[in-house]
């Protein structure tokens, strides 16, 4: 399965509270609405200027700090269709999965503000089309890979009533 | 093979021995949630018709990241989470009992248990040797409602400290120290297990602060050997039957040491925005403060009060700079009572809030104003962490803390000691930053 988009390019250490910040607390039971600030305080302009099937793309630590899952959550919201680092903090990359948005984990050195992407996840390769270069990304854990393919933990948990992750 | 605590504590609640690397499906002895994470929790069991507890009795949704509450749609959270326990038969921690972390190591964790909790400080539980790690609300959820979730066994960074710390020199600084040496993701899916001879002359509270750290340089979990501290910490809660020897084996493998001298270290400050911005004062000193934040699950306990009152004795505060005190769990703000401490640190001028995370979530109660520096004795100071990407986030010791309250600006808190001249260890020139 194949996606493609535009690249929004951010730093390293994206913590949870650039993505989902703490004065917006109170929209934690309102996602749609939380959603339209994703990562403002990061750039204020990204919730509004981004298009659905676009990437936001990190360096190293992207996901810092808080166990929100509501940042991951608000990221898909907002239309994401796969974060991109160079690393994930732990809780992010686990959550990210849980709720089914792609935490793929790549050089983004290579990939700049406006570039264009095409990710598959089939065959675990990023192509820069703007800069003609292709990446590859690290695997999943096989469980991890359960899960998102299943559509996130919920709906595998729903569907197999219980874990199933041999 | 030795295994290492993680490894032993993992294992014990899978089927079969585990290594580091392995993926296991566990039992899961406590779990909790707190205002901000459980009422997604119970919205996604809810989805899937799975509104139940396993474990009633040992699993415990809080209200203490917006307690009470400032907002009409926080109050409605609360609501959601008072009937789910109604419902399930799950403990409930109302507003004003305190912080999460600090009430599952009082009232409800053992060693040897596994906790997880939707928050990332649960990792704060591994003083109590048991494998408490953060995870988001599905995670949890599924927790609650099966008993069980699935957890890869760390690899496990040995952190060996040892010596005396000098006066003025707290365990906040140490992990400090620790997570500026190592970096924010140093330590990102290890298990970090500390040990040695400060370890073990440590309190339990200040065991509380290293673990609650761990998270900070991007740990699983924060782990430390039981024994007699923590069997008398228990007994001190009623709980001395739930003692058992958790100990790390000899041959335990070990993926990095880390050894640290605790005589060699001064008193440290985390500059914004990030946790391992981390400075010796001597860099730190001279910053104006404006609101100086003594709490949280960090640094909330009676003995961080104590210390506080110790400095300020015979003090007054900078008429500049704010000052607000919250202990971590209505227990402690009883025993501050009783000490005579809460009466000192009002009449200092400190303001005393309800037991709960307070300012520390940028949710309520000192959120920062535009261009305004907090120091803290918190665990995290992101951007915008305290309510407003516009202020500035400091955080140190208790020690520290009281000092920069007196003085108005970041201040070493060893100058307050009597007598002895403070011993500089590291030659490093006072720099006055720019904000």
Same mark, same amino acid.
């Given at each position: 399965?194949?996606? *493609?988009?535009? @690249?929004?390019?951010?730093?390293?250490?994206?913590?949870?509270?650039?993505?989902?910040?703490?004065?917006?607390?109170?929209?934690?039971?309102?996602?749609?609405?939380?959603?339209?600030?994703?990562?403002?305080?990061?750039?204020?302009?990204?919730?509004?200027?981004?298009?659905?099937?676009?990437?936001?793309?990190?360096?190293?630590?992207?996901?810092?700090?808080?166990?929100?899952?509501?940042?991951? *959550?608000?990221?898909?919201?907002?239309?994401?269709?796969?974060?991109?680092?160079?690393?994930?903090?732990?809780?992010?990359?686990?959550?990210?999965? $849980?709720?089914?948005?792609?935490?793929?984990?790549?050089?983004?050195?290579?990939?700049?503000?406006?570039?264009?992407?095409?990710?598959?996840?089939?065959?675990?390769?990023?192509?820069?089309?703007?800069?003609?270069?292709?990446?590859?990304? =690290?695997?999943?854990?096989?469980?991890?890979?359960?899960?998102?393919?299943?559509? /996130?933990?919920?709906?595998?948990?729903?569907?197999?009533?219980?874990?199933?992750?041999? | 093979?030795?295994?290492?605590? =993680?490894?032993?504590?993992?294992?014990?609640?899978?089927?079969?021995?585990?290594?580091?690397?392995?993926? =296991?499906?566990?039992?899961?002895?406590?779990?909790?949630?707190?205002?901000? *994470?459980?009422?997604?929790?119970?919205?996604?069991?809810?989805?899937? $018709?799975?509104?139940?507890?396993?474990?009633?009795?040992?699993?415990?949704?809080?209200?203490?990241?917006?307690?009470?509450?400032?907002?009409?749609?926080?109050?409605?959270?609360?609501?959601?989470?008072?009937?789910?326990?109604?419902?399930?038969?799950?403990?409930?921690?109302?507003?004003?009992?305190?912080?999460?972390?600090?009430?599952?190591?009082?009232?409800?964790?053992?060693?040897?248990?596994?906790?997880?909790?939707?928050?990332?400080?649960?990792?704060?539980?591994?003083?109590?040797?048991?494998?408490?790690?953060?995870?988001?609300?599905?995670?949890?959820?599924?927790?609650?409602?099966?008993?069980?979730?699935?957890?890869?066994?760390?690899?496990?960074?040995?952190?060996?400290?040892?010596?005396?710390?000098?006066?003025?020199?707290?365990?906040?600084?140490?992990?400090?120290?620790?997570?500026?040496?190592?970096?924010?993701?140093?330590?990102?899916?290890? @298990?970090?297990?500390?040990?040695?001879?400060?370890?073990?002359?440590?309190?339990?509270?200040?065991?509380?602060?290293?673990?609650?750290? =761990?998270?900070?340089?991007?740990?699983?979990?924060?782990?430390?050997?039981?024994?007699?501290?923590? %069997?008398?910490?228990?007994?001190?809660?009623?709980?001395?039957?739930?003692?058992?020897?958790?100990?790390?084996?000899?041959?335990?493998?070990?993926?990095?040491?880390?050894?640290?001298?605790?005589?060699?270290?001064?008193?440290?400050?985390?500059?914004?925005?990030?946790?391992?911005?981390?400075?010796?004062?001597?860099?730190?000193?001279?910053?104006?403060?404006?609101?100086?934040?003594?709490?949280?699950?960090?640094?909330?306990?009676?003995?961080?009060?104590?210390?506080?009152?110790?400095?300020?004795?015979?003090?007054?505060?900078?008429? %500049?700079?704010?000052?607000?005190?919250?202990?971590?769990? %209505?227990?402690?703000?009883?025993?501050?009572?009783?000490?005579?401490?809460?009466?000192?640190?009002?009449?200092?001028?400190?303001?005393?809030?309800? &037991?709960?995370? /307070?300012?520390?979530?940028?949710?309520?109660?000192?959120?920062?104003?535009?261009?305004? @520096?907090?120091?803290?004795?918190?665990?995290?100071?992101?951007?915008?962490?305290?309510?407003? &990407?516009?202020?500035?986030?400091?955080?140190?010791?208790?020690? *520290?803390?009281?000092?920069?309250?007196?003085?108005?600006?970041?201040?070493?808190?060893?100058?307050?000691?009597?007598?002895?001249?403070?011993?500089?260890?590291?030659?490093?020139?006072?720099?006055?930053?720019?904000?």
């Amino acid at each position: 399965m194949s996606m *493609t988009g535009k @690249a929004w390019k951010f730093g390293d250490d994206i913590s949870t509270d650039l993505i989902a910040p703490g004065r917006l607390f109170h929209l934690r039971s309102n996602l749609l609405e939380l959603a339209k600030h994703v990562l403002e305080d990061a750039d204020p302009q990204f919730a509004q200027k981004m298009q659905p099937g676009d990437f936001v793309v990190g360096g190293n630590n992207f996901g810092c700090g808080s166990s929100r899952e509501h940042a991951p *959550t608000i990221i898909k919201l907002a239309g994401v269709s796969a974060v991109l680092a160079k690393s994930f903090a732990r809780i992010f990359y686990r959550n990210s999965i $849980n709720v089914g948005l792609p935490a793929l984990i790549c050089d983004t050195d290579k990939i700049e503000q406006g570039d264009e992407l095409e990710v598959d996840l089939g065959q675990g390769t990023v192509v820069n089309k703007t800069k003609n270069v292709t990446l590859r990304f =690290a695997p999943l854990p096989p469980a991890m890979i359960k899960i998102l393919n299943d559509g /996130g933990l919920l709906a595998h948990i729903e569907k197999h009533g219980g874990f199933k992750l041999d | 093979m030795g295994k290492t605590l =993680a490894e032993k504590i993992i294992g014990s609640h899978a089927s079969k021995e585990v290594t580091a690397g392995e993926i =296991a499906l566990v039992s899961v002895d406590v779990c909790l949630t707190q205002d901000g *994470t459980g009422p997604l929790a119970i919205r996604q069991l809810q989805k899937i $018709n799975l509104e139940k507890a396993a474990n009633p009795k040992r699993t415990i949704l809080f209200l203490d990241h917006a307690a009470p509450s400032p907002r009409r749609e926080l109050s409605n959270d609360h609501i959601t989470i008072r009937k789910f326990t109604e419902k399930t038969g799950a403990c409930l921690s109302e507003v004003g009992e305190g912080v999460c972390h600090q009430i599952i190591t009082e009232s409800y964790l053992n060693p040897g248990d596994i906790l997880i909790g939707a928050d990332s400080h649960t990792c704060t539980g591994g003083a109590l040797s048991a494998f408490a790690t953060g995870m988001g609300s599905t995670d949890v959820a599924v927790g609650i409602a099966l008993g069980k979730t699935w957890l890869r066994v760390p690899e496990t960074f040995k952190v060996e400290v040892n010596g005396k710390f000098q006066p003025g020199v707290y365990p906040k600084d140490l992990i400090l120290h620790l997570i500026g040496m190592i970096g924010a993701d140093g330590a990102t899916y290890k @298990a970090l297990e500390f040990c040695g001879e400060t370890i073990e002359k440590m309190s339990m509270s200040g065991r509380l602060t290293l673990s609650n750290m =761990a998270v900070e340089a991007g740990a699983k979990a924060g782990l430390i050997a039981s024994d007699e501290t923590t %069997k008398k910490f228990l007994q001190a809660q009623g709980r001395g039957s739930k003692f058992r020897k958790i100990s790390v084996d000899k041959d335990a493998v070990y993926e990095r040491v880390i050894r640290i001298d605790a005589s060699e270290l001064v008193p440290v400050v985390a500059f914004p925005h990030t946790v391992d911005n981390v400075k010796p004062i001597h860099d730190a000193k001279g910053v104006k403060i404006d609101q100086v934040f003594v709490g949280t699950c960090t640094n909330g306990r009676l003995e961080d009060l104590r210390v506080v009152v110790d400095l300020i004795k015979g003090r007054k505060k900078h008429p %500049k700079t704010r000052m607000i005190v919250v202990p971590a769990s %209505k227990a402690v703000y009883l025993d501050a009572i009783k000490a005579g401490y809460i009466r000192e640190l009002v009449e200092f001028g400190a303001s005393i809030l309800a &037991p709960g995370c /307070g300012p520390c979530v940028g949710v309520h109660e000192g959120i920062l104003g535009d261009g305004e @520096a907090c120091l803290a004795t918190m665990n995290r100071n992101f951007k915008g962490r305290m309510g407003n &990407p516009e202020g500035f986030i400091y955080l140190s010791s208790p020690a *520290t803390a009281a000092a920069t309250a007196i003085k108005g600006e970041i201040a070493d808190p060893r100058e307050f000691f009597a007598k002895k001249k403070p011993v500089k260890r590291t030659p490093i020139k006072a720099k006055k930053r720019k904000r």
